[in-house]
C-alpha cells in the first residue's frame, strides 16, 4: 500500500474518533428540538459534568486497585447515571416551567443553566485542568492495524457504534420510542391520544444527557484530562453537527457529527489546521444552501 | 472693601499653594490592572512597590524627600491606560513603574515620551516596544517575549543539532507570537521550516494535527502556547511513537503540565523566567509579602527590583532630572530581588534571564543552557 493511502486512512479514523463524540452529543440536542422545539444550551455543561463524576469515581476505584476495564465501566455507568439525573433535573427546573412560554423564554433560561452549571463545577471542583485516568492504557497493542487507529480511538468508534445501535432499536422498536415519535410529530395529537407528554420530555431529556456522558467518558479516557470548560467548544460543534445533519432528525444528527468530524479531520490533514474551523463552518453554510433543513431534516410547516 | 482684600488674599493663597508643591512628595507612579480579570497581574506589583516605598520612607526616603505612590488602575485596557498617562502627568510623578499589560502601556507611552517621565515596566514582554528604539525613557525589568524565542532557536540549533522544525501555536496572543517569533528566529540560524500550524484550544483531540507531524517527522516541534494543548499534542505523539524533541516557552512551565502529562512528557523542553526563589533578599521580600498577606504573585518581584534600580539610579544622578535618570539606569548595575541586573542599551532587563528547562522524572530541572553567541 502506498504511502498516500496510509496517511489517508490515519485521517480518516483521526476525523471518525472525533466525529463520534460530535454524533453523541448531537443526538441530545437534536432529540430535544424534535420533541420540544428548543435548544437545550445547557447540553455541554451536561457532559462536561459526565466527565467530572467519571474522574471522581474512576479515582475512587482505582485506589481500591481495579482493573482499567473495571474502572472505565464503573466510570462509565456512574457518569451515565449522574448525568441522566441532571438532564431530568435541568429540564424540570429550567425548562418545564416555561413550557407555556414564548420560544424565547426557555433559550434564555437554557443558556442561564449553562452558565449555572459550569460556575458551579469551578466552585465545587476547580478550574484548573485536572488529570483523567488513561482508561485505555491497558488496552493491547492493535498489531498491524495499529498505523492507522489507537486501541482507544478504536473503542470510542466502537462504543459509539453500540450506542448508535441501541437508540436506534429503542426508537423504533420500543413504546417509548412510539411516544416519543409522537411527539415529536403532534405534541396536541399524542396527548389526546393519552400520551404522557411531561414523562416522555423528561425521558428524552435522561436519554440525550446519558450519551453526552458516554461521549464524554470515552474522549476524556483518551485524551487524558479535563477542565469545567470542555464543553463548550464541543457543544457548539455539536449543535452544528445537529443542524447539519437537519436538526430533529436521529439519524442526521449522528451523519453530521460524522460528516463534521471528517471534514475538521481531513481539512487539518491535508491543508491547514489554521483553517479546520473555517472548514467545519463553510460545510454547514454551504449544505444549508442546499438543503436548508440539513441532510436529513425534513421541512417543518409553520403550525398556525 | 472687597476688592481691596483680593488681591493679597489670591496672592496668599497663591503662594501657600506653591510652599505646599515645595514641600510635597517625591511621587511614584505605580499604574497597572488593579481591578478586572487581569488583576492577578497587577495586584501583587502594587503590593511589592508599596513595601518597597515603606522600607525606603523609613530608611529616610530619597535625596530627603519621602516617596509617595500614585497609583493608578488602567483595567488592562489601552484607552484607560492613555488617561492614567494624563493623569500621572497632572500628578506630576517622577517616573512611572508599570504599565502591567504590553497593550496598555504600548498606549501609555508617548504620552510619557511628551512628558519625559522614564517608566519601568514589570510586565510588559511585547517585543516592539524597546526594540524598535521609539521611546529612549522606557525601560523593563522583564525579558521580553522575542528572549524566549532566540534562547529557544539558540538551544534548538546548537544543542539538539536539529534540522528541520514544525511549529505549532494556539492561535492566542501569547502562543501566537512567540511560535512565530520561534520560527523567524530557527529560519535565520538555517533550521528548515516544514509546517506552520495553528490549533483551536480546547479541541475534542488533535489526532489529524499529530499523525501530519508524524509525516513530516521533524527533528523538533516547537508549540507556542499553553500546557492543557501542549500536554493534548505531545501525548498523542508518543502514543504515536513520534520521537521529534518538544520544546515550548513559559506558558507549559506549570506544575499541571507534568501533573497530566506523566511519562509522556518526559524529555520536553520549556524556556521560562529563571528561577530566582533561592536568592536571600528574594526570600526575604517574599516573607515579608507573605506577612501582609500577599504574595510577590507574577510580577511582584520583577515591579520590587523596577523599584530598586529607579531609586539607585535617582541618587546617583543626585536628582529627578529624567536624563539624568535614564543615564544612570544605563550606566549602573544593581543589586535587587532578581539578581545583579543591568539595562541594555535599548532598555532591556540584562541579568535575569531566560533559563531552559527540560522535564526530568517528573520535574523541570534547569540545563543550565547558555548560548554561543
Not at chain 1, 441530545?28 to 447540553?43: C, D, E, K, P
Not at chain 2, 507534568?258 to 518526559?266: M, N
Amino acid at each position: 500500500m502506498s504511502e498516500g493511502f496510509y496517511y489517508l486512512s490515519e485521517i480518516f479514523f483521526a476525523g471518525l474518533t472525533r466525529g463520534s463524540i460530535y454524533a453523541l452529543l448531537a443526538l441530545g440536542y437534536t432529540m430535544v428540538y424534535g420533541i420540544l422545539g428548543l435548544i437545550n444550551f445547557a447540553h455541554g455543561e451536561v457532559y462536561m459534568i459526565g466527565a467530572f463524576v467519571g474522574l471522581v469515581f474512576a479515582s475512587l476505584f482505582s485506589i481500591m486497585g481495579y482493573s482499567h476495564l473495571a474502572l472505565f465501566a464503573v466510570a462509565l455507568a456512574a457518569a451515565v447515571i449522574w448525568a441522566g439525573a441532571y438532564g431530568f433535573t435541568i429540564e424540570r427546573i429550567a425548562y418545564r416551567p416555561l413550557r407555556k412560554a414564548p420560544r424565547l423564554a426557555p433559550l434564555i433560561s437554557a443558556i442561564g443553566m449553562s452558565i449555572f452549571l459550569r460556575e458551579y463545577v469551578i466552585l465545587a471542583q476547580t478550574s484548573d485542568f485536572v488529570a483523567f485516568p488513561a482508561l485505555f492504557e491497558g488496552l493491547p497493542d492493535l498489531g498491524p492495524l495499529r498505523d492507522f487507529i489507537q486501541p482507544g480511538e478504536l473503542v470510542i468508534t466502537l462504543v459509539t457504534l453500540g450506542v448508535l445501535g441501541l437508540l436506534f432499536v429503542l426508537i423504533k422498536f420500543t413504546k417509548l420510542g412510539l411516544a416519543m415519535r409522537a411527539i415529536a410529530q403532534d405534541r396536541e395529537m399524542a396527548m389526546l391520544l393519552g400520551v404522557d407528554s411531561d414523562r416522555v420530555i423528561s425521558y428524552t431529556f435522561v436519554l440525550g444527557s446519558m450519551l453526552a456522558a458516554v461521549g464524554a467518558i470515552l474522549i476524556a479516557a483518551h485524551v487524558g484530562q479535563i477542565n469545567y470548560h470542555i464543553g463548550f467548544i464541543v457543544g457548539i460543534k455539536a449543535f452544528t453537527a445537529a443542524v447539519l445533519g437537519g436538526i430533529g432528525s436521529i439519524p442526521g444528527a449522528a451523519l453530521g457529527g460524522l460528516i463534521l468530524g471528517l471534514t475538521e479531520s481531513f481539512a487539518t490533514g491535508y491543508i491547514s489546521s489554521d483553517y479546520e474551523d473555517v472548514f467545519a463552518f463553510a460545510i454547514l453554510v454551504l449544505i444549508l444552501i442546499f438543503k436548508p433543513a440539513g441532510l436529513l431534516g425534513k421541512n417543518r410547516q409553520e403550525k398556525v | 472693601m472687597w476688592r481691596r482684600w483680593f488681591l493679597p488674599l489670591c496672592l496668599t493663597l497663591f503662594l501657600s499653594l506653591a510652599a505646599l508643591e515645595v514641600q510635597a512628595d517625591l511621587k511614584i507612579g505605580v499604574a497597572g490592572a488593579h481591578s478586572g480579570d487581569l488583576a492577578p497581574y497587577g495586584i501583587p506589583a502594587r503590593d511589592a512597590l508599596a513595601l518597597a516605598a515603606e522600607k525606603l520612607n523609613a530608611a529616610g526616603g530619597l535625596l530627603g524627600q519621602k516617596v509617595q505612590l500614585v497609583v493608578l488602575d488602567d483595567v488592562c485596557k489601552p484607552g484607560v491606560a492613555a488617561d492614567v498617562a494624563n493623569k500621572m502627568v497632572a500628578e506630576r510623578v517622577v517616573a512611572v513603574i508599570g504599565h502591567i499589560c504590553s497593550g496598555a502601556t504600548k498606549a501609555a507611552l508617548p504620552i510619557y515620551q511628551a512628558a519625559k517621565i522614564p517608566v519601568i515596566s514589570p510586565s510588559a514582554t511585547s517585543p516592539e516596544l524597546t526594540l524598535e528604539g521609539r521611546y529612549p525613557l522606557f525601560f523593563r525589568s522583564i525579558p521580553h517575549d522575542a528572549k524566549q524565542a532566540m534562547v529557544q532557536a539558540d538551544f534548538i540549533v546548537q544543542k539538539l543539532k536539529a534540522k528541520t522544525a514544525v511549529i505549532v501555536h494556539d492561535k492566542g496572543d501569547y502562543g501566537k507570537a512567540l511560535a512565530l517569533l520561534v520560527e523567524q528566529e530557527l529560519k535565520k540560524r538555517g533550521v528548515k521550516i516544514l509546517m506552520v500550524e495553528g490549533v483551536t484550544p480546547g479541541a475534542v483531540n488533535y489526532s489529524a494535527l499529530v499523525r501530519k507531524i508524524g509525516r513530516e517527522a521533524p527533528d523538533v516541534v516547537a508549540f507556542g502556547g499553553y500546557h492543557p494543548e501542549a500536554t493534548k499534542i505531545v501525548t498523542q505523539a508518543r502514543k504515536r511513537r513520534i520521537k521529534s524533541a518538544f520544546i515550548s516557552g513559559d506558558g507549559v512551565k506549570d506544575p499541571s503540565f507534568i501533573k497530566i502529562g506523566r511519562h509522556y512528557v518526559e524529555g520536553y523542553y520549556a524556556t521560562s523566567p529563571a528561577d530566582i526563589s533561592g536568592l536571600p533578599q528574594t526570600q526575604q521580600v517574599n516573607q515579608e509579602l507573605a506577612d501582609r498577606g500577599q504574595s510577590s504573585g507574577n510580577f511582584g518581584l520583577q515591579a520590587h527590583a523596577a523599584f530598586t534600580a529607579l531609586v539607585q539610579a535617582i541618587k546617583r544622578a543626585g536628582s529627578t532630572d529624567p536624563e539624568a535618570i535614564k543615564k544612570q539606569l544605563h550606566a549602573q548595575t544593581v543589586d535587587t530581588v532578581l539578581g545583579k541586573i543591568h539595562f541594555d542599551p535599548q532598555g532591556d532587563i540584562v541579568g535575569a534571564g531566560i533559563s531552559l528547562y527540560q522535564v526530568k522524572d517528573a520535574q523541570f530541572v534547569d540545563l543550565n543552557f547558555q548560548p554561543e553567541p
